[in-house]
């Protein structure tokens, strides 16, 4: 599974990768051709993969790391291990996955699953969890643009270059308020207080009244990503930030 992973990246992201195992016999069919009673598909598949890597300028390295040896990495390894072997035990019979692609799709949606849990507990990102509420959600990082993207990101995070976010990084700011109305200048004026952008405010707000039926009236309608018209309202909210010109330089 990791060599499928690396496939993906070019040699100029990753061109080295090193894999630790504790198992001597494993490492000794893969390198050392070792003869094995089973699994020989599985051997043939993995030593087909370093070497077409390999023949694509990716260096994989095996190499063996002492197995209870109070070594971190491989200790995670082992209690990973462990936890999958618990949990395969209580799987019903219809769970039990048998090929590689039912492999990765069930790791994928365990860790989807683990991810959501820690999302949702974190002490962490909760102003931008009040708009990307699910881990499974994808956004496209180029749409409307990805300048466009980023502002629109930043005004969920709240890390913006907004004056309330950077009064308290940068010290060259000396005021959090709006410079036109003399409010802190956070998302919520900026998108809906600000009389300098009235214009502009009124004319966004119309046109997602006419795609969806509604006048927004708080920041979940503007910013939350599934919602429904979501990349019509990102569109729309892009020619505001565009016309406020707020976000210019």
């Given at each position: 599974?990791?060599?499928?992973?690396?496939?993906?990246?070019?040699?100029?992201?990753?061109?080295?990768?090193?894999?630790?195992?504790?198992?001597?016999?494993?490492?000794?069919?893969?390198?050392?051709?070792?003869?094995?009673?089973?699994?020989?598909?599985?051997?043939?598949?993995?030593?087909?993969?370093?070497?077409?890597?390999?023949?694509?300028?990716?260096?994989?390295?095996?190499?063996?790391?002492?197995?209870?040896?109070?070594?971190?990495?491989?200790?995670?390894?082992?209690?990973?291990?462990?936890?999958?072997?618990?949990?395969?035990?209580?799987?019903?019979?219809?769970?039990?996955?048998?090929?590689?692609?039912?492999?990765?799709?069930?790791?994928?949606?365990?860790?989807?699953?683990?991810?959501?849990?820690?999302?949702?507990?974190?002490?962490?990102?909760?102003?931008?969890?009040?708009?990307?509420?699910?881990?499974?959600?994808?956004?496209?990082?180029?749409?409307?643009?990805?300048?466009?993207y980023n502002i629109i990101n930043s005004l969920r995070t709240g890390y913006s270059k907004l004056n309330a976010y950077q009064f308290i990084i940068n010290q060259h700011i000396d005021t959090e308020t709006c410079h036109h109305c003399k409010q802190k200048e956070n998302v919520q004026h900026y998108l809906f207080e600000c009389d300098l952008y009235s214009d502009a405010r009124d004319k966004l707000f119309h046109q997602i009244y006419f795609i969806t039926g509604q006048i927004p009236t708080d920041l979940d309608n503007l910013l939350t990503i599934n919602l429904p018209n979501a990349e019509n309202i990102n569109q729309l909210l892009a020619e505001y930030i565009e016309e406020t010109n707020r976000f210019s330089g």
């Open positions: 599974m990791v060599l499928d992973y690396i496939e993906s990246f070019s040699k100029e992201q990753i061109n080295t990768l090193t894999l630790f195992s504790d198992s001597q016999t494993a490492l000794g069919i893969l390198t050392l051709n070792w003869k094995s009673d089973s699994y020989h598909q599985t051997i043939n598949e993995i030593k087909g993969k370093i070497k077409n890597l390999n023949e694509h300028g990716f260096l994989i390295n095996l190499n063996w790391t002492p197995g209870h040896a109070n070594i971190k990495g491989n200790d995670e390894a082992d209690s990973l291990a462990k936890e999958a072997a618990k949990e395969a035990e209580t799987l019903a019979v219809d769970d039990i996955v048998f090929t590689k692609q039912d492999v990765k799709k069930a790791a994928r949606n365990s860790v989807t699953k683990k991810w959501q849990r820690r999302w949702e507990n974190s002490d962490t990102g909760r102003h931008y969890f009040r708009f990307h509420p699910e881990v499974k959600d994808k956004v496209k990082k180029d749409f409307p643009s990805k300048k466009m």
